[in-house]
């Protein structure tokens, strides 16, 4: 089997092997998304003799994580035809991947996995979070504070007016927001644009400014809102009100990718009433994963306290990242000291983005010197250590925006 780099020469026969492996691709929406030159800086293909077998898509990818923006990759798709598969050729191609990409010095890949344990097999950890609201307009609270905001919608299907004000939304979101937004190549941020059932609404003041903008399709009564974001309560609530003009063509909603922290309590009067109630879904998908830890780890601590903690990496796909890293006093170093704790690649991921705190990889067992079953439960005072490591890496919200 040779694996090597392709090209858009390539095309149909990926659309081919995608078609095969996912019943929910639709290669007509896809057409732009293959013919974007930007796609084909990283797609890679693996040959048995001279016929594709399987393709991999990755991209390049600015995330921010802990507010700090990082070069990543972000892995779009893998596929491989049915009678090729379980003969470790993801894994292949994915340490090609890897490989070239801390050439680079690329320190993330990022993913939505279609098998979940597989990928943390290979070092991935669950990194950000997304819920998913589904509720009856019924529950939509009436009462509503003044916003002074312009409502424009419209289909986003060759509209310029929607295209700039959506971009102008998501440059400034990329801007000011606290959550893990992302910036895309082409392919992937123009794609919302040619699809034909997509809306928008977006919520702008009287200098043309966006204050929040909202992505849907609506069929049978239903919207469906891929994308609802705001830069301020006004435009929260202006959003809302658009929701609220359509009682009489809308009987329930579901709202995708919805941050962690969303304010509930602005949009809706309670979650149960008369036997309608709201569903929150945990939708959180992406999966991210360290390439280097050392520079990683240095970039993403809180240099202020000056006592310090030694972590121990386990890599079991990279045994260069089977290191022991001082932190603390302002700086992370390897070191040889013994370690105060133990952690697994694919959770140290977790830590890093702020997903879980110490505290809780700890309770969870994650975080550990000896036995994870003689780690106490409930409300057991946590070893000094890990509250060190608390206040180096503090939970924070994460929230897969994109």
Known sequence: MEIRRIDSAYKERIIEIFSMSFEYFEPEESEYFFSDPSLWDYVWGAFDRERLVAAYIS??????????????????????????????ITRKILLRDIEEAKDRGVHFIMLDPFKHDFYVKLGFGLGFESLEYTFDYSLLSGDMEEDNLKLVSGKLFEKDEMRELISQTRKTLWETSRYTEAIEIDACSQEIFHRKALFSAVAIDDRGLSHGMMIYGKKERKMVIESFAFIDLAGLYALKRFLLNHRDQIATFEMRKMPPDFP???????????????????????????????????????????????????????????????????????????????????????????????????????????????????????????????????????????
């Open 264 to 402: 509930v309590e602005l949009l809706f009067h309670s979650r149960w009433q008369a036997g309608r109630e709201l569903k929150i879904m945990d939708a959180s998908s992406r999966m991210v994963r360290v390439l280097d830890p050392l520079p990683v780890v240095s970039r993403l601590i809180d240099t202020s306290p000056s006592e310090s903690v030694v972590l121990k990496i386990k890599d079991r796909l990279l045994p260069e990242n089977n290191v022991k890293i001082a932190i603390g006093n302002g700086k992370a170093e390897i070191s040889e000291a013994v370690e105060d704790f133990e952690i697994e690649i694919s959770d140290l991921a977790t830590l890093l983005t702020g997903r879980l705190s110490p505290m809780r990889l700890w309770r969870l067992g994650k975080l550990r010197v000896g036995p994870w079953k003689n780690i106490p439960w409930g409300i057991s005072e946590p070893p000094g250590k890990v509250r060190i490591l608390e206040s180096i890496f503090p939970g924070v919200i994460t929230h897969n925006a994109i």
């Open 59 to 88: 991209y390049k990818y600015l995330a921010k994580i802990r507010n700090r923006i990082f070069e990543c990759r972000y892995v779009e798709a893998v596929a491989t035809l049915p009678e090729y598969r379980n003969g470790g």
